[in-house]
């Protein structure tokens, strides 16, 4: 084996080594409304930041794009901000994307870091920037950039020392330039304190994409997103309002499942969640009792990033039998439409008697109570001595029953008729009357 070949075996080994660790990396999934630590640091004055789709990107589909208007206080930066010794950093890095702008464009990338540790004072921000470390590729190519290496050329926002040559001056772009690895050498109790991807004021102008920011085993990897909303309407016999406290269940392109419950909307979001990309989300409703949905289930597959994906379910309450919850405030039924079928009459606890005829006027038999008999018809009620008089017998007529009388009122004056001579039935037969009449009043 020729030294050329050997150096050429030992480069392949090499590389193969450097696709391993790469491959060893954990990577972090980041999406505008799942940051993973990222967020949103100093974007204003007209700059944006969105997360978008990139079929070259070098991580999953998409990146981080940051653009500026033509405006120098415009800023658009996203950071994770941390807490670890600066010597522990290893490995550093993150790919950019030129779209358009000034030909040196890129977002350049933060290193946030207080060169004494816990002492006072110490803090600064070493800036990356493209630009400074290479060639701009202004055909849209990703690129990546080493920001660990020994190489690199960063400058500090701040001037700061912890004596000795950990020291710093701080420049607007520019030299003098300093480099992680001897920053390490240099501040031993230097720490990093956060990373941010930036384009800041003074670059007008932008639009650029940054992907795969890399420290040491992380690969942060920067991804669109979408939302699955649910609206759950609920119907009662025609009467629709917002479904409240449905149990909904996602699916899908390897998410889930993730169950959420509708609010007082009857809405429910799923959010930050990938793009479909040969594949497609599921909802399913939880069925309750007394009610069908329509449907139960229903599937979409959105794409486009920051699209929101709108699924609709009613749930329909069923009304035979009418109510399954009787202390469910919705089983009261509605109130009866005008115009509509009338309601059915309500049945009486009890029945209506029928009426009977007006009972007869009992003046006869009371006014003879305290006279001698004038005919024979007439009931000597009271001259019996070993009668006394009936207590509802009183001397003073009652006046005639109007409406229903009872069956023993009608049938009185026959029952008297048939058992004239019999002072007891008599008697008994006044008291029946009385009893029957005070029923009645
Ligand atoms: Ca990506």
Same mark, same amino acid.
């Given at each position: ?16 080594l450097?696709?391993a660790?790469?491959?060893a990396?954990?990577t ?5 409304s799942a &940051?993973?630590? +990222?967020?949103n640091w100093?974007?204003a ?9 990139d ?15 033509n ?11 941390m807490?670890?010794?600066l ?7 993150y +790919?950019?994307?030129?779209?358009? &702008?000034?030909?040196?464009a890129?977002p ?12 006072p004072g110490?803090?600064t921000?070493?800036?990356y ?6 060639t701009?590729n202004?055909?849209?190519a +990703? ?7 020994p190489?690199a050329?960063l400058w500090?926002?701040q001037?700061v ?7 710093f001056t701080?420049?607007?772009g ?8 001897a ?10 304190q956060g ?18 920011? #890399?420290l040491?085993?992380?690969?942060y ?8 909303r649910?609206?759950l309407?609920e119907?009662?016999l ?7 406290? #449905?149990?909904?269940t996602?699916t ?6 993730i169950?959420?419950t509708?609010?007082?909307? &009857?809405?429910a979001?799923?959010?930050?969640l ?11 409703v939880a069925?309750q009792?007394? +009610? ?10 959105p794409?486009?990033?920051?699209s ?30 005008a ?7 309500v049945?009486?606890a ?9 009972a007869?006027?009992p003046?006869a038999?009371?006014a003879?109570?305290?006279q001698p008999?004038a ?13 006394p008089?009936?207590?509802g017998a ?12 009872s069956?023993?009122?009608a ?6 008729g ?7 039935f ?9 009893l ?6």
């Open positions: 084996m020729s030294i050329k070949r050997l150096v050429a075996a030992v480069c392949a080994i090499a590389g193969l450097a696709v660790t790469a491959t990396a954990t972090v999934v980041v999406r505008y &940051g993973q630590g +990222w967020g100093w974007t004055n007209g700059g944006q930041v969105r997360f978008v789709h079929a070259t990107s070098p991580f999953g589909i998409g990146a981080m794009e940051l653009e500026t208007p405006t120098n206080p415009a800023k658009a930066t996203w950071g994770i901000a807490d670890i010794p010597s522990q950093v290893t490995t550093l890095g +790919w950019t994307k030129y779209l358009a &702008g000034p030909p040196y890129g350049g990338l933060n290193v946030v870091i207080d060169i004494n540790g816990s002492a110490g803090a921000i070493l800036v920037e493209p630009y400074w470390n290479g701009v202004l055909s849209g +990703w690129q990546q950039w080493n920001v660990g290496s190489a050329k500090s926002t001037t020392s912890a004596g000795g040559s950990c020291s701080a420049d607007y520019g030299p003098p330039f300093y480099n992680i690895p920053v390490q050498a240099a501040c031993p109790n230097a720490r990093l990373l941010a991807v930036n384009v800041g004021t003074y670059n007008p102008g932008y639009l650029v994409r940054a992907d795969g920011v #890399w040491n085993d992380t690969v990897d920067f991804e669109p997103e979408v939302t699955v649910v609206r309407t119907n009662v025609g009467f629709e309002a917002p479904g409240d406290g #449905w149990q909904v996602l899908g392109c390897g998410v889930g499942p169950t959420q509708t609010d007082s909307s &009857g809405e979001s799923f959010v930050a990938p793009p479909a990309v040969n594949c497609s989300y599921t909802v399913s069925g009792a007394g +009610w069908t949905l329509a449907p139960s289930s229903a599937t979409t597959a794409f486009a990033a920051d929101v994906s709108e699924l609709e379910f009613l749930a329909i309450r069923d009304y035979n039998p009418p109510c399954v919850e009787p202390n469910d405030p919705r089983c009261t039924p509605p109130p009866a439409i115009g509509g079928t009338p309601a059915p009459a049945p009486a009890t029945p209506t008697p029928t009426p009977a005829a007006p007869p006027t003046a038999p009371a003879t109570a305290t008999p005919a024979p018809t007439t009931l000597p009620a009271t001259n019996d001595p070993g009668v008089t009936p207590a009183s001397p003073t007529p009652r006046p005639p029953a109007t409406g229903a009388s069956p023993e009122e049938g009185g004056p026959q029952f008297l048939l058992l004239a001579t019999g002072a007891v008599l008697s008994a037969g006044l008291g029946l009357l009385s029957g009449r005070s029923r009645k009043r």
